[in-house]
């Protein structure tokens, strides 16, 4: 088929105030923290889980954070009018509430934007970042709660929920040509909003959603949501419900047989190797999830970021460099650091026309030169919409001999297609 990218052909039968916060940190910046000033270091948050649910995410968002800051191009080695950034960490822990908080104490600390949230947290930072007019850009943050909300002071450098979840739905109708769906979610608006997305795309191209289970994060199986959706008939299920809960479910799936009567897709905060060596192999072969493709620069953040950490780079990793990146040229195009430049400069900076960069370096050299510039992104080509989202194409991997394979790819148009 013409969405086809290559890679193995799928092998898919049925088996187929404040709480919690972390110090200040700083990230290829040295001296006092100079709140205030114009010669010291430039505050920058990361509010992001460092704990709870989503705990794998904060490191992540942190290396790729400092990827783009003391990388090759970086920011903290071109500078911004001679100014380093220093990054401010409040952990989450994945929790609205704590979230809440995380965000008024990187306020009070003066940062002028910050990188970050998660989907589970994000909604409730909505009202707080219009009140105090700080904005964030999110690496990780695909719910569909932040459509059509964005684009002043919310941004995300990763495509909605709604993308990714059409890209679910349109290879489970016409890849294996599965025709009934279960929806499967962590009891969360942020896990609710990609399974419904996706079921609601599923039935537009012709399919049936038969049930919807929602999990219970305190329970200890999940036996009996296996059992309903075995009884509904279901040839496949979205299961979307973060690590812990999804690692339950696959092992209860297996054991009640369940691998034989339907297959599973994944939502992509499993999509590791890691989740593969705590499953096993044999269990997760053929299993399948998706991602936001790679943007055009991934191979030369790749590098950098090899450079720098010694490991390939994490998920929302490449997101999190973007995100720097950008709002470090934000404050370039603004003549100065502050809580207008983001709001101000980032769909310009991110959407043609303009020269191509993919380095702070690189971007604030044309800049200088009164050029108009294009980022061209690692993790998507960031092109921002009116809402402060970008489009992107998104791959389907699969477990192949114990590793993620792409399988599939579609492109940002194809997702775009009504059912």
């Not at 952990?91 to 989907?119: C, H, K, N, W, Y």
């Not at 593969?276 to 997760?284: L, S």
Request: with cysteine.
């Amino acid at each position: 088929m013409d969405e086809r990218a290559g890679g193995p052909k799928p092998r898919l039968g049925r088996r187929a105030y404040l709480k919690g916060v972390s110090p200040i940190v700083g990230v290829g910046a040295a001296g006092c923290l100079g709140v205030g000033t114009d010669s010291g270091p430039i505050r920058v948050g990361n509010l992001s889980p460092f704990s709870g649910g989503l705990g794998w995410i904060g490191p992540n968002s942190r290396r790729g954070i400092r990827t783009a800051l003391a990388g090759n191009g970086g920011v903290n080695r071109a500078t911004i009018d001679g100014r380093t950034v220093e990054i401010v960490e409040r952990d989450t822990e994945t929790d609205p509430e704590t979230a809440i908080a995380g965000f008024r104490s990187l306020d009070d600390a003066g940062v002028e934007t910050m990188v970050g949230p998660s989907s589970v947290v994000a909604a409730s930072l909505f009202r707080p970042a219009l009140t105090a007019r700080l904005s964030f850009v999110s690496p990780v943050s695909g719910t569909t709660q932040l459509d059509n909300i964005g684009g002043t002071y919310i941004w995300r450098t990763v495509p909605s929920d709604t993308v990714g979840a059409r890209a679910q739905a349109r290879f489970a109708y016409q890849e294996p040509g599965w025709r009934r769906m279960a929806l499967a979610y962590r009891d969360s608006k942020g896990s609710y909003s990609f399974s419904k997305a996706s079921g609601e795309y599923f039935s537009s191209l012709g399919g049936d959603v038969v049930t919807e289970v929602e999990l219970n994060p305190n329970a200890t199986d999940y036996r009996s949501a296996v059992r309903t959706i075995q009884d509904a008939g279901a040839s496949v299920v979205s299961l979307t419900a973060g690590t812990t809960i999804t690692g339950q479910f696959i092992r209860d799936y297996v054991s009640l047989g369940a691998d034989d009567d339907f297959a599973i897709l994944l939502g992509n905060d499993v999509l590791t190797s890691a989740f593969i060596d705590e499953m096993g192999a044999d269990t997760m072969e053929g299993m399948v999830g998706q991602t936001p493709a790679p943007g055009p620069a991934i191979d030369a953040f790749t590098e950098r970021y090899d450079a720098i950490h010694g490991t390939p780079p994490g998920i929302f990793a490449a997101a999190a460099y973007d995100a720097m990146n950008l709002i470090a040229l934000a404050f370039v195009t603004e003549g100065e650091p502050n809580r207008r430049a983001v709001p101000d400069h980032l769909r310009k900076i991110g959407n043609p026309p303009g020269t191509e960069v993919s380095t702070f370096a690189a971007g604030k050299a044309a800049l200088e030169a009164d050029e108009p510039i294009n980022y061209v992104g690692a993790a998507t080509p960031q092109n921002f919409n009116e809402y402060g989202d970008p489009l992107g194409s998104f791959a389907i991997n699969q477990v192949v001999d114990g590793s993620w394979q792409t399988v599939t790819t579609y492109t940002a148009e194809q997702l775009s297609e009504r059912g």
